[in-house]
């Protein structure tokens, strides 16, 4: 069995997959900031509606963004030291494929910003939602978040690593500013 979970959003979810990506069980729930806690109480949850241990899970996969910076880590770090303690691989999708992987999909970057991603095209930055696109953000009459469930869809097209090699996918560059003058050496 395969776990997968996402948390680039306000909306942490965990699905249960077979080895062949039929999603057995899975949970959604309204989380913001608490991420964390979440993922842990819904994969006890899962697993014991299922009844299914730990130890028989064979692969993990997290939401690897883009997303909240926090919520995007807190789903990696979860997989990546499931997976290194069971000796396991893991594999990860976008926030765009675990919203709708065929579609133009947008949702808010930062400072009123939304990312958009349209198949065939480079990801853009822009400062509206696109009419025609699914997503969530401030003004969308019906939102679409990521799900764990939608793991399944993209399924086919993972792409499996040790846990060490397995990162969240960067989109922008970090918003940190410099020290107008540099910290005194002690």
């Known amino acids: ?8 959003s306000e909306w942490t979810s965990t699905a249960l997959f077979t080895p062949d990506g039929h999603m057995v069980d899975s949970e959604i729930e309204h989380a913001p900031r608490r991420a964390s806690e979440t993922i842990w109480v819904q994969t006890e949850r899962i697993l014991a509606r299922v009844g299914v241990e730990l130890q028989g899970i064979t692969g993990l996969m997290a939401d690897t963004g883009p997303g909240s910076f926090t919520g995007v880590r807190v789903g990696v770090v979860f997989a ?24 133009l999909v947008s949702f808010p970057s930062k400072k009123g910003e939304f ?16 009419a025609d696109a699914v997503g969530f953000g401030p003004g969308v009459a019906e939102p679409t978040y990521p799900s764990a469930a939608r793991f399944g869809d993209v399924f086919s097209r993972l792409n499996w690593v040790a846990p060490e090699a397995f990162l969240p996918e960067y989109v922008l560059p970090p918003s940190i500013s410099l020290p107008k003058r ?3 050496h002690v």
């Open 80 to 103: 990546k030291t499931l997976a290194f303690l069971s000796g396991v691989r893991c594999a990860g999708a976008t926030a765009f494929d675990l919203i709708s992987p065929g579609a």
């Open 1 to 8: 069995m395969i776990l997968g979970f996402s948390t680039s």
């Open 115 to 130: 990312y958009v991603r349209e198949i065939g095209q480079d990801l853009r930055v822009q400062t509206d939602f696109p």
């Open 182 to 184: 540099p910290f005194r």
